[in-house]
């Protein structure tokens, strides 16, 4: 059975979508933004190990019209062919499914978590054979190919069509041990399409377990992230570090990689017995100081032990949420830490050697102008505390998808200014919320930190070696397509 894990091409005025691993979707004119679908790639990598015939098409990265994907993927003759999609894109998708049942036999899926969320409406707007709910649709993919296949039983959480009517097997459930996925064979994936500018090259991407943990056994739910919601039903799971190990030895002495990016949503970080495990274990291969590590990570576990651990197994920089300068705003999205927590764990990461990106967020239909100069305030403290080379931030606007409690807080409190019902505006083009600041323009403005002359005099005084000048030169080129996208 031949089976294609595909990634239509998608852009607007120029600008390519961010969608697969992207939690939050928008288009962006940044050419160097192009991040790894770690389950799609694993989903994949599965199939092809129990001897499906498989495609691999990531259209939009690999930047290739829709005449020539739709070449390559008819050339290829799948019998099934997989798409992960999201809220903005999904009516794109919709018609582009209905496009190619027209002109070929190929049973369509899809998966993600717009349709974790709502998946009997695919079944209403187009002509998707199956809707895989849940975070884990590599395994589910797998389970599906192998039913159609072999006969295999439908495990929980697959939406199918039967005899006209929709019908479906129960609420998705997700697996115990990560350890039982193979490693993603990067080969059949393109790995080398993939990278940022802010990751030393050549780079790729894993995730150390899948959901966000957070500091004294808490799991992450702010109210706005889809994927802990809809993905991931507001749990964390972790890969062995033997595991993990063993997974970036592989990688380093196969690719010769300068850097990995652990995307897992709030990495491993959270679990202090399980890092020093993997400290062991990367010591014991001798991988230490053979690559950088760099993660995500939620602050409130950044204290000094944790810390400087990181540092000793070679972590360079963490990726940390701060959704907000404002006490309310933390409480009111269920992020489980204060302002405070994350100013100290992000100072005590810098104090311990290690670059922070921040990501931050505007446009909260409670927050005034006094409270975005404090997220603003909040932000540029934390850009100068310390600053070295490669500290940087990403900002944008909220956008609460289906599936999550912020969404139904807007329809419940009316906070929309757009049909909730049209989900191309979730594009994070224009605010989807009512908002008494002008978000896009806070928005620039908080990406502007990167150009006040005191960091960039900072940062560029910290330029150690030639690898950070080139670097510096495609993060300045990605901060220039960042600013133009808002
Ligand atoms: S901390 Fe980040 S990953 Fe965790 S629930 Fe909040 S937004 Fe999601």
Not at 19 to 44: K, M, W
Not at 86 to 92: A, D
Not at 204 to 218: A, K, P, V
Request: hydrophobic share 35%; with cysteine; charged share 30%.
């Amino acid at each position: 059975m031949k089976a294609a894990i595909i990634y239509p091409p998608v852009a607007e005025k120029g600008k390519f979508a961010l969608l697969g691993q992207n939690r939050q979707y928008r288009y962006s004119s940044s050419a160097e933004v192009r991040i790894y679908p770690i389950i799609p790639a694993t989903a994949a990598t599965l199939l092809d190990l129990h001897h499906f015939d498989v495609l691999y098409l990531d259209a939009i990265n690999e930047r290739i019209s829709m005449n020539e994907f739709l070449d390559r993927m008819y050339k290829f003759e799948p019998e099934i062919a997989m798409i992960e999609t999201k809220t903005p894109v999904i009516e794109k998708h919709w018609t582009l499914i209905n496009k190619i049942k027209e002109e070929k036999e190929i049973k369509i899926v899809l998966v993600g978590d717009h349709v974790s969320a709502r998946p009997k409406e695919s079944f209403e707007h187009s002509l998707v054979d199956y809707v895989l709910t849940g975070g884990d649709y590599d395994v589910s993919f797998l389970n599906l190919c192998l039913h159609l296949s072999d006969g295999e039983k439908l495990g929980p959480g697959i939406w199918y069509r039967e005899e006209g009517k929709v019908k479906n097997t129960g609420h998705h459930k997700l697996i115990n041990d990560l350890d039982t996925l193979p490693f993603i064979d990067r080969e059949l994936t393109t790995w080398n399409i993939y990278g940022e500018a802010y990751l030393y090259q050549p780079c790729t991407y894993i995730m150390s377990g899948r959901g966000c943990g957070g500091n004294t056994s808490l799991v992450g739910n702010c109210s706005f992230c889809s994927w802990q919601h809809s993905l991931w039903n507001c749990t964390a799971r972790l890969r062995s570090p033997s595991n993990v190990a063993d997974e970036i030895e592989i990688l380093v002495h196969r690719y010769k990689l300068k850097e990995i990016f652990d995307d897992n949503d709030s990495g491993a970080i959270w679990n202090k017995k399980w890092l020093r495990d993997f400290h062991t274990e990367m010591k014991e291969r001798g991988l230490i100081g053979e690559v950088l590590l760099s993660s995500n990570a939620r602050a409130d576990c950044l204290d000094d032990e944790t810390c400087s651990l990181l540092k000793k197994t070679g972590f360079r920089l963490f990726k940390v949420g701060l959704e907000s300068g404002n006490e309310k705003t933390m409480s009111r999205i269920s992020k489980k830490e204060s302002v405070a927590e994350i100013k100290t764990g992000v100072k005590k990461a810098k104090d311990n050697g290690l670059i922070v990106m921040l990501t931050v967020m505007v446009g909260y239909p409670w927050e005034t102008e006094e409270d975005v100069r404090r997220t603003y305030a909040a932000a540029q403290e934390l850009m100068l505390y310390k600053t070295r080379f490669g500290d940087c931030l990403q900002s944008s606007v909220i956008v609460p998808y289906p599936g999550t409690p912020m969404y139904e807080e807007a329809l419940e409190r009316d906070w929309f200014v757009i049909d909730p019902a049209d989900y191309e505006k979730f594009d994070m083009s224009h605010p989807v919320l009512k908002s008494r600041i002008e978000s896009f323009e806070w928005c620039d403005r908080i990406w502007s930190i990167h150009k006040e002359p005191k960091f960039m005099l900072k940062s560029l005084l910290s330029i150690r070696t030639f690898r950070d000048l080139k670097l510096a030169y495609t993060g300045f080129k990605s901060i220039s397509g960042h600013k133009r996208d808002f």
